[in-house]
């Protein structure tokens, strides 16, 4: 099996902030660091990086052509990102604060510029079986998401950034849901949480969706796994918090990379919970990943 990541490939501007710029406000930034980023190059990287074969499709203007370099070096077959001449490359507008929360501005660029012709092409390369993961910072996902459930892939979606697009995509071709609460709550039209049960939001995902198998990440309160036949609680791992901006994106690819490396669910789910710990403690978002050994001999405690 082979996994597909159909996604977005950003420029990420960073900015070292004493407190997020508020409305009127001007700030000068402590520090400005350039990243390599985009949820669908993180989350290739983060499954290259747990050890399976990882395909990245997207787009990139020719200001990006680095971030193939950088997905190549992570061993990512990039052969199916297209490299365009008239747009720019995505790119991001990162503040991180001093207790290493971050708020982002996203433009589309490339990432926007996907061509359903592009899409049959990169699918003619998967067969029934092999995983495709999808966020929401590209063009033409339910199309990609029609074509590959008629191909018998499995649908991975992450449905980050969180907006009116999530609404009109085939959601019943979902196999894996890889979200937190905020983003739960949205597509259930709720927005209070209930404190006493975190797995509230997980098992009315599940009754809305039956075929499919939830992941919800609650940052600090750890992760819930469930499925029609198990419920897995997964705490978080106690670190020193430096950036949380690939944290997710990580958790992502660990816990898919690892049930394609053959884990069960619930290492899959210690060993993503592991990959996100260390990688909360880096800056930046895909520098920040962590090896597959890095993961194996990290020995944080649970809170």
């Known amino acids: 099996m082979k996994v597909l990541c159909f996604g977005s490939l950003n420029i990420d501007y960073t900015y070292k ?14 520090s400005l660091q350039v990243f390599c980023g985009g949820k669908g190059l993180n989350q290739s990287i983060a499954l290259a990086k747990a050890g399976v074969d990882t395909c990245h499709a997207g787009a990139v203007g020719e200001d990006g052509v680095f971030l193939l ?16 001449q008239d747009v720019r490359t995505g790119n991001a507008i990162i503040q991180n604060d001093r207790e290493g929360d971050n708020c982002i501005l996203l433009y589309g660029g490339a990432n926007q510029a996907i ?6 092409t990169v699918l003619e390369h998967f067969v029934s079986g092999d995983f495709l993961m999808l966020q929401n910072e590209i063009n033409e996902i339910p199309y990609i998401m029609e074509q ?33 609460e905020v983003e739960a709550g949205q597509i259930l039209g709720e927005t209070k949480e209930n404190e006493t049960d975190k797995a509230k939001l997980a098992r009315a995902l599940l009754d ?18 469930m499925d029609p036949k198990e419920t897995i609680i997964q705490p ?60 194996e001999q990290f020995t944080g405690e649970t809170s």
Do not use: W
């Open 236 to 295: 978080v791992y106690k670190v020193h918090t430096v950036d949380t901006t690939a944290a997710g994106d990580t958790f992502a690819g660990y816990f898919i990379g690892g049930l394609l490396r053959g884990d069960c669910v619930r290492k899959a789910m210690d060993m993503a919970s592991r990959a996100a710990a260390i990688a909360v403690t880096r800056q930046g978002a895909a520098p920040s990943i962590p090896l597959l050994s890095e993961v």
């Open 148 to 180: 590959a459930h008629r191909k018998g892939m499995k649908i991975v979606l992450n449905p980050s950034p969180m907006n009116e697009k999530i609404f009109h995509l085939p959601l019943e071709t979902v196999d894996y849901f890889l979200l937190n």
């Open 115 to 120: 061509t359903k012709e592009q899409v049959d």
């Open 17 to 30: 902030v004493d407190h997020f710029v508020k409305k009127g406000e001007t700030l000068s930034a402590e």
């Open 208 to 225: 809305k969706f039956p075929k499919a198998a939830i992941v919800l990440t609650m940052g600090g309160d750890g992760a819930v796994y």
């Open 69 to 84: 370099e950088e997905l190549q070096k992570a061993k990512v077959d990039t052969g199916c990102v297209a490299v365009r």
